[in-house]
């Protein structure tokens, strides 16, 4: 191997270290981002909640809310979230974003409390869909919309 | 072709051409780009006008991450064939580089507050673009701590190498794990999900900001290069007798 790497020329060498460098650092940074798999994640979906999140610890809870589930009480707002295979009451009390509205996607940071989830903060998520007003109109019309109401 | 390039006399003759077309090309996209980002392109059926902002914060991040792309590979040629203009190119394109992270992490904190309901958070996309800032700063702080410059340059251009490795975590974080930033709109499989009237004008603002940095790095390589020979004859006229002007 020596004999070999002396023979090369010094830029071959560099650029062979480089390489390397490059490699490793692929290598290194697969590692550890599947190690942080867990970590990396903002929300976890209402299928995941229950078994990651445990007692009383913070969380948050990502999802689209239900259609015609939001009621408004004295003390606050409650509405379920879904991902399409379960859903889980979010109960909050506090300043809801523009977007929130129903099918709309959201994510709130709180606790698990048994059956629901009690929100300290809600974010609303949009996609990546941009359209104008118009176009959204018409395509609704047709009835060929697949976007969020 | 590099070795054709790294000549100092010659990249000035040909920086000499190009760099009036840039500027050209700046003025003309930057003027059509923000008449129809501002007046000429319709408002989102979900964000209203607020989607305007797009037209700043994503050409600026695209930015962002090709002027590192350009630097990293220009800091290889410096690393393997020792080209000084190659490490120049580099310096040249850093401060103009992290002015665009910097500009994406403002106008997406200010489109955040509105939509998202948050200034911030530390969500995959967020986090690996505030890093990619700091790796700006970090070459830059390590390019220039050196009271002779050049001693920066070999520890700088393997700073430059490593933090390659963000580049595909910011572009597919939003794909790997579950973000409040949404996905890619353009570069993304199965075709961009942003309507034409929406696209042009991103398309045409990128051309604006890909002009002014083209301009900006190719003034600022001059004004390095200008600087190193000035350093060079300072040295001379202190010890004359180790060479002759």
Known sequence: MEIILTDLSPKMRRGIGILLILAALGLAAMLVLSALRDHVVFFYGPSDIRAKAGHSQIVRLGGLVVEDSIQKDPDGIRFQVTDQITSIEVRYSGILPDLFREGQGVITEGRLDGDVFRADNVLAKHDETYMPAEVADLLKEQGVWKGQE | MFDYLANPTRFRAITAVIFPVAVAVTVAALLYGLYLAFFASPADYQQGETVRIMYIHV?????????YLAMAVAAIFYLVWRHPLADIGARAMAVPGASFALI????????????WGTWWVWDARLTSMLILFFLYLGYIALADGFERPERGSKPASLLLVVGVI??????????????????????????????????LPLLVMALAMLGWFISVSILRMNTLLAQRRLNVLEIREQSPQRGKV
């Open chain 2, 166 to 199: 963000n580049l595909p975590i910011i572009k597919f974080s939003v794909d790997w794990w579950n973000t409040l930033h949404q996905g890619s709109s353009v570069l993304r499989f199965g075709g961009p999900s942003i309507d034409p009237a929406m696209l």
């Open chain 2, 104 to 115: 994406t992490l403002l106008t997406g904190s200010f489109w955040g507050r509105p939509m």
């Open chain 2, 59 to 67: 050409p600026a991040a695209w930015m962002a991450l090709l002027a």
